[in-house]
């Protein structure tokens, strides 16, 4: 059976044994469609089913959230944690808490963090988790309770050399700082069991701004490359949660101008510059990116008609599709590096592959939230904190390396350029090598 063969038949069991999960089978279909060279190369990978393996998480544990609204009502919410990969180290990856979460969302998640985490080059296996409660419009003593009562089962499978959470979409400095205040008091000990923790109790500098920061670390690299840099260049962000933020920040420190970010709701334009302080002040409070006033305007997707020469999408998957895609391009944009996890489709990944432009994929692009995570939790286990400055640096040289990874197995592997292609096989041998290890066993 011919590589390309093998791979299909590996997908058709994923779609027979996964069906309406549309988000997952995405995810899976991309890694997929990038790995018969490497199956060619390597034939020991298909006797040992090593792929077949890959595709299926190890653990899938779902469970009730009950919690009570301040009228004393009673809710009921679905959690989830995909114990996706521990070959090359315990189970990492964020918690989302959107009121669009189910299965395949979690698994999708999950699986990217896989090689995401590979890629890092630090000791971290793939994991997703969260739940459907919608943090929208609720108050802080709702989230306090969803948290702690979110944890209360949560507890029982995690721990710092099992299973480490962080944040995601909805679950930022506030939430982890109630998962983990509840972690503490079921556990009885203090561990880095959680990362993206405040300051004050065990948090690493620079792990708030670490995907920001480094997604823009990733695409200097990528524009290098071209002679090129963020001086004086157009930027638009999706999104204007965390990850955007920083992204705005770093962007603009190295030259370029931010003209557009957005939210759920629609986008700001401004040509002088989207005022951070403004949209900082507006989300501190949990606000709508409405309030800033008379630049608004409804609808989300349409941030891509702006023109500029490089896009950051850092809101959710899929948010950029096959015409916004060509928008871009007709517009002059070189440069597209994702902050969000898979939020191009895969047409528009097309579009962007066949006019040229340089493409970042999330799972390089924004390796830097959970590298940064996995420096927390080395800084936990010393018992000691590193200052900004040397986080950063580790942060930058972390980036640095994972484009040079990437970029050399796209080389490697016969296509020289394609960063999604290098990405999911520099990440994906070193997993792979790490099963065969270990041998057949789960
Ligand atoms: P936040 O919750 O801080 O911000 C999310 C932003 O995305 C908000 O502006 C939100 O708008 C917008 N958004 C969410 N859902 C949608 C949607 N369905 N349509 C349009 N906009 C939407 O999350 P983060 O910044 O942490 O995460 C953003 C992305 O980055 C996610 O894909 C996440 O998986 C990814 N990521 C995050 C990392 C981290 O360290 N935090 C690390 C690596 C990747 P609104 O407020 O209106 O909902
Ligand atoms: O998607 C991601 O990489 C994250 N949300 C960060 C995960 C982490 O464990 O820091």
Request: proline share 3%.
């Amino acid at each position: 059976m011919s590589e390309q063969a093998y791979l299909e038949e590996i997908f058709a069991q994923v779609q027979a044994r996964n069906p309406n999960q549309p988000e997952f089978l995405q995810a899976v279909a991309e890694v997929l469609s990038t790995l018969a060279p490497v199956i060619r190369r390597r034939p020991e990978l298909q006797r040992l089913g090593v792929v077949e393996r890959m595709v299926e998480p190890e653990r899938i544990i779902i469970f009730r959230v009950s919690w009570l609204d301040d009228a004393n009502r009673v809710h009921v919410n679905r959690g989830y944690r995909v114990q996706f990969n521990s070959a090359i180290g315990p189970y990492k990856g964020g918690l989302r808490f959107h009121r669009s979460v189910n299965a395949s969302v979690i698994k999708f998640l999950g699986f990217e963090q896989i090689f995401k985490n590979s890629l890092t080059g630090l000791p971290i296996g793939g994991a997703k988790g969260g739940s459907d409660f919608d943090p929208r419009g609720k108050s802080e003593w709702e989230i306090m309770r969803f948290c702690q009562s979110f944890m209360t089962e949560l507890s029982r499978h995690i721990g710092a050399d099992t299973d480490i959470p962080a944040g995601d979409i909805g679950v930022g400095g506030r939430e982890i700082g109630y998962l983990y205040g509840q972690y503490h008091r079921l556990r009885n000990e203090f561990t880095g069991a959680i990362t993206g923790k405040g300051q004050a109790y065990g948090g690493s500098h620079v792990r708030p701004e670490a995907t920001g920061y480094g997604l823009c670390y990733f695409t200097e690299e990528m524009l290098k490359e071209k002679h090129d840099s963020f001086e004086g260049k157009r930027v638009v962000i999706s999104g204007s949660g965390n990850v955007a933020v920083y992204a705005h920040q770093k962007a603009t420190e190295l030259g370029a101008t931010v003209v557009a970010m957005s939210d759920s709701g629609g986008f700001v334009y401004d040509a002088n510059g989207i005022d951070l302080a403004r949209v900082r002040e507006i989300k501190d409070r949990h606000g709508r990116l409405s309030e800033y006033a008379e630049a608004y305007q409804e609808g989300s997707r349409g941030i891509w008609n702006i023109p500029c020469e490089i896009a950051l999408p850092c809101a959710t998957q899929n948010e950029l599709e096959e015409q916004d895609a060509k928008t871009l391009v007709k517009n002059g944009c070189i440069c597209i590096a994702e902050g969000a996890n898979m939020p191009c489709t895969p047409k528009a990944v097309r579009v962007f592959e066949e006019s040229g432009i340089l493409y970042g994929p999330s799972k390089a692009a924004n390796a830097g939230g959970v590298a940064t995570s996995a420096l927390e939790m080395a800084q936990n286990s010393m018992r000691y904190s590193w200052d900004f400055s040397k986080v950063d640096a580790r942060l930058r040289d972390i980036m640095v390396s994972i484009y040079r990874n990437a970029s050399l197995a796209a080389e490697e592997y016969g296509k020289a350029g394609n960063l999604m292609f290098g990405a999911n096989i520099a990440g994906f041998l070193k997993v792979a090598d790490a099963m065969l290890s270990h041998g057949i066993s789960y």
